[in-house]
């Protein structure tokens, strides 16, 4: 068997499940709660905003700064650049999570309205294409684009160039493209993951616990992978509770237990109804 960390791998392997290509089972560590909802979110979110600010040194305070994409990844980044200061638009496909952004505080648009105002730009969605011809055609002059959720494929540089008399590297990770009406758009790290071109990727204190995750998938499969069909698997509950339950005593923070009858109370039809 095998395990898979990442949104894109666990989509790519749950697509070849579906086809009856997948040939071992896998353990999607992505789905566990312990990875997405702290290293997608907390880990990304601090390590994005540190990579546009290692790249650029702009201030991010005031500025207009567009996230692609409301997924966990998304979130992290939206949540730090409002904490910085930022005027966040969110854009989105899936109706739901656009309407968790509007509820969580953020301005949500069309991406071709939201290129008319963003003073930075970063892709979080894991798809192709996601900032394009008709965005960069309404830019601002001297828009910043990043991309932190997928490959370089997410911004559309094949159609930036194509729109450009000419590029230049400004200073490391940090490229101009000049548009033939003159206005300027700056790409970061060539469209690669900016956490990772111009930063360090996140921290080992919220590593820790996808890493612990995968450790401890990887244990399950020798026990039990004889018996798993080649299929994807979420990580067994208990030892994602156990994940965070260590992580709380490594911070030195206690939590409360239910009573037996509190248990009962729960689990019981009978009572409370």
């Not at 709660?33 to 990304?44: A, I, P, V």
């Not at 600010?53 to 939206?78: E, I, K, M, P």
């Not at 969605?125 to 997410?154: C, L, W």
């Not at 000419?166 to 000049?178: A, G, H, I, M, N």
Request: proline fraction near 3%.
């Amino acid at each position: 068997g095998s395990t898979e960390e990442t949104t894109t791998g666990v989509i790519r392997l749950k697509s070849l499940a579906a086809q009856g290509k997948l040939l071992f089972p896998v353990i999607a560590v992505n789905d566990a709660d312990t990875k997405h909802l702290f290293d997608n979110r907390y880990g990304t979110g601090q390590s994005t905003i540190d990579g546009i600010l290692r790249a650029t040194n702009r201030l991010l305070a005031g500025s207009v700064f567009v996230v692609c994409g409301y997924g966990w990844c998304g979130r992290g980044v939206a949540m730090r650049a409002r904490g910085m200061g930022a005027r966040v638009i969110v854009t989105e496909v899936d109706p739901i999570r656009a309407l968790e952004a509007v509820m969580d505080g953020f301005m949500v648009m069309p991406l071709v309205e939201a290129a008319r105002l963003g003073d930075f730009f970063v892709t979080v969605t894991g798809d192709i294409s996601v900032i394009r011809e008709e965005h960069f055609a309404v830019m601002k002059d001297g828009a910043i684009v990043a991309n932190s959720g997928h490959f370089n494929v997410e911004v559309d540089l094949e159609a930036l160039e194509g729109m450009s008399t000419s590029k230049r590297r400004l200073r490391p990770f940090v490229d101009e493209y000049v548009l033939k009406d003159g206005r300027r758009i700056v790409v970061l790290g060539e469209g690669r993951l900016v956490n990772l071109v111009a930063a360090e990727g996140h921290p080992s204190a919220v590593m820790d616990m996808s890493f612990a995750d995968q450790a401890l998938a990887v244990e399950y499969l020798v026990r039990e992978g004889g018996k798993l069909k080649p299929q994807v698997y979420r990580l067994p509950q208990e030892l994602d509770i156990e994940v965070a339950r260590i992580k709380l005593k490594s911070m030195g923070i206690e939590i409360d237990s239910l009573t037996p009858e509190q248990r009962e109370y729960l689990s019981s039809w009978e009572m409370g109804t």
